[in-house]
């Protein structure tokens, strides 16, 4: 069982390496060009040639996701809420949220900029705007599956609709409220990078387009690496919050 425990934790890793060895013996195999796909080898030495810039502009785009990525979370339980607890809102505000998150957050960057100019407003904006909607469904289908008959009962006990809203909803709805975080922090790095990428002079997707137009591949692979790394961080770092929070929705692994 420990050997099982120790592969299972160690096989993350034997993947990420299996991957790193297969790119970089297809690029060595087939001799394709550096300014077209570079070896990781060559991404990670450009990495650390250029650490202070990367680390500079990671240090932002961090900044900027975590930021739009906090207000996300902040309107999407409080719309969330209003939604998985009122079929009437639902009714009302459902085809407006899945409408919104039809548009391509990417052809709202220029709307963005006309109106808040370039830099990091608009990057914090478009990883709100791009994150918030996983969040709010996942909390209003934690909050809609509470079983009816527990509702009546709570309600013949005394308990208000905000006594079962706080007491029992939120805490049953916690599995699908982290589930969403996960997926939401990791759309966030992909709105502040677009917008990094459009309208911004500083950020990891600013030094990957400047990269770009160097034909500098491998630090534009060194900057798709660090935004991998952080979302991978993020989450992680949600994930075992979720394992602590939610053991009670979780059933024990048969197998250890």
């Known amino acids: 069982m420990t050997k099982r425990t120790n592969l299972s934790k160690a096989s993350p890793w034997i993947s990420a390496a299996v991957l790193f060895l297969l790119w970089e013996g297809i690029v060595r195999l087939f001799h394709i060009p550096e300014y077209v796909l570079p070896t990781p080898s060559a991404s990670l030495e450009a990495a650390w040639q250029y650490r202070d810039a990367i680390w500079m502009h990671a240090v932002h785009t961090l900044y900027t996701t975590l930021f739009g990525f906090a207000i996300a979370v902040a309107f999407g339980v409080v719309l969330g809420a209003l939604v998985g607890s009122s079929k009437a809102i639902y009714i009302a505000a459902n085809p407006l949220l899945v409408g919104f998150n ?49 509702r009546d009962v709570l309600r013949s006990l005394g308990a208000t609709r905000t006594d079962i809203l706080i007491k029992v909803g939120f805490p049953r709805a916690l599995p699908y409220f982290f589930a969403s975080l996960k997926v939401a922090i990791t759309l966030a790095f992909v709105g502040s990078v677009i917008s990094e990428t459009v309208a911004s002079n500083v950020g990891v997707g600013y030094l990957m387009l400047a990269a770009s137009s160097k034909f500098n591949m491998p630090l534009v692979f060194a900057g798709l690496l660090v935004i991998a790394a952080m979302g991978i961080v993020m989450y992680e770092f949600f994930n075992i919050i979720e394992r602590r929070s939610t053991k009670w929705a979780n059933r024990a692994n048969p197998d250890g």
């Open 102 to 150: 039809s548009v391509p957050k990417v052809a709202l960057v220029p709307v963005l900029v006309m109106w808040f100019g370039i830099g990091t407003v608009p990057a914090i904006i478009t990883a709100f705007i791009i994150s918030f909607f996983p969040i709010v469904v996942n909390v209003a289908t934690g909050l809609a599956t509470l079983e009816p008959e527990l």
